[in-house]
C-alpha cells in the first residue's frame, strides 16, 4: 500500500488490516474490505475513500486528520463521510468542523455519529460496528468498536423441510429464521488490559487489535500512568480471546519494533507468540533494518 502504511492479511479466509500506529504520534487502522477506519491518525490518503471513521479518543495522535479526512474528501468529490466517536466528543468536533470553514473559506460535509456504550452502526447491509467501554483513564472519554456481521439462516430444526414448506409456515406467521452475530474485527484503542468477557463479542473476535505500548521493564509505571498496556499484561490478555489473530499497535519509539517483538517471544510459548503480530512489522525489513529507536 501506498505511503508508510503497513498492510497485513490475518487468519482464512484473510481478513485485510491496513495502517500506521506509533505511540504519541499517530495511530489509523483501516479495514479497506470493511469501509471503515478506527481512528484516523493523520488521514492517510490511501484511506480517504473509506466512508467510516470509527474514533476511540480525542488525543491528537489518533484524532489529527478529522479535518483532513473530511475536506479531501469534498475536494476529491467524495460524499462526506461518517464519524463515529464518543458522544461527549460530538460537540466540540462538530464545532471544530464549522470553525474550519471560514479558515479553508468553504465547509466541507460531514456526517458525525454520537456513540455510546451498546451502540450499533449500520457500515453496510449486514456489517455492523458496535461501541463498548475501554479503560483509557477516567478523564479520557473512550470507546472501543467491534465489526460483527449479521447472519440470517433457517432455524436448525426447520432443516429437512422443502422451499413450498417454508413458505407455507412463513405465511402462517411463524419464524422461521434465526439471526446470529459474527464478530470479524475487535479494535480496542488506547486503553489497559480489561476484561474482555465484558462484552459478548469481544472473546471470539476473529481478529483483535489491541495496543502495547510499552515492553520495557522499567516501563511499567509510564504504562500505569497513562492507562496504557505494558507486554507484561499480553498473556492475560491472549489468555481472554479465542481470535486467529492478535494485532499489537501503539508501539513506542522509546522501544525498537524488532526489541519488542523479540522481548515478546521471550514471554511467550512459540504457539501463542505466532498468534501475535505487530500491524507496523513489515517481514522482509525487521530483520535487515536496525530497529527504530528514537
Ligand atoms: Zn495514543
Ligand atoms: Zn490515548
Redesign the pocket.
Known amino acids: 500500500m501506498a505511503e508508510h502504511l503497513n498492510t497485513l492479511l490475518l487468519g482464512d479466509p484473510p481478513v485485510k488490516v491496513s495502517g500506521y500506529s506509533v ?2 504520534e499517530e ?1 489509523v487502522v483501516g479495514l479497506p474490505e470493511m469501509d471503515v477506519m478506527f481512528d484516523v491518525g493523520k488521514a492517510p490518503r490511501a484511506l480517504l475513500n473509506l466512508n467510516h471513521v470509527c474514533l476511540t479518543h480525542g ?1 491528537m ?2 484524532a489529527a486528520g478529522v479535518t483532513y479526512y473530511f475536506w479531501q474528501r469534498d475536494f476529491q468529490g467524495n460524499p462526506g463521510g461518517n464519524l463515529l466517536l464518543p458522544a461527549v466528543l460530538a460537540d466540540p468536533m462538530e464545532r471544530m468542523l464549522r470553525d474550519w470553514a471560514p479558515i479553508e473559506g468553504h465547509q466541507a460535509p460531514f456526517n458525525i455519529i454520537p456513540m455510546r456504550v451498546g451502540d450499533q452502526h449500520e457500515l453496510r447491509r449486514d456489517l455492523i460496528v458496535e461501541a463498548f467501554d475501554v479503560a483509557h483513564g477516567r478523564n479520557v472519554p473512550a470507546l472501543g468498536y467491534v465489526v460483527f456481521e449479521r447472519r440470517r439462516k433457517l432455524r436448525p430444526e426447520l432443516a429437512g423441510l422443502t422451499g413450498p414448506e417454508i413458505v407455507a409456515l412463513k405465511n402462517k406467521g411463524e419464524e422461521v429464521g434465526v439471526v446470529s452475530e459474527v464478530p470479524l474485527v475487535a479494535y480496542l484503542g ?1 486503553t489497559e488490559v480489561f476484561d474482555l468477557s465484558r462484552h459478548r463479542l469481544l472473546p471470539t473476535a476473529r481478529v483483535l487489535v489491541a ?1 502495547c505500548t510499552f515492553f520495557d521493564a522499567d516501563h511499567r509505571s509510564r504504562a500505569k500512568a497513562g492507562f496504557h498496556t505494558h507486554m507484561d499484561d499480553v498473556p492475560r490478555l491472549l489468555a481472554m480471546t479465542r481470535a486467529e489473530a492478535v494485532v499489537l499497535t ?1 508501539v513506542t519509539r522509546r522501544t525498537g519494533l524488532r526489541s519488542a517483538r523479540a522481548a515478546l517471544s521471550r514471554l511467550l510459548p512459540a504457539e501463542q507468540a505466532a498468534r501475535v503480530h505487530f500491524l507496523m512489522d513489515r517481514p522482509s525489513r525487521h530483520r535487515e533494518e536496525p530497529a527504530e529507536e528514537q
Open positions: 505511540a504519541g495511530t488525543h495522535d489518533h488506547d495496543e501503539h
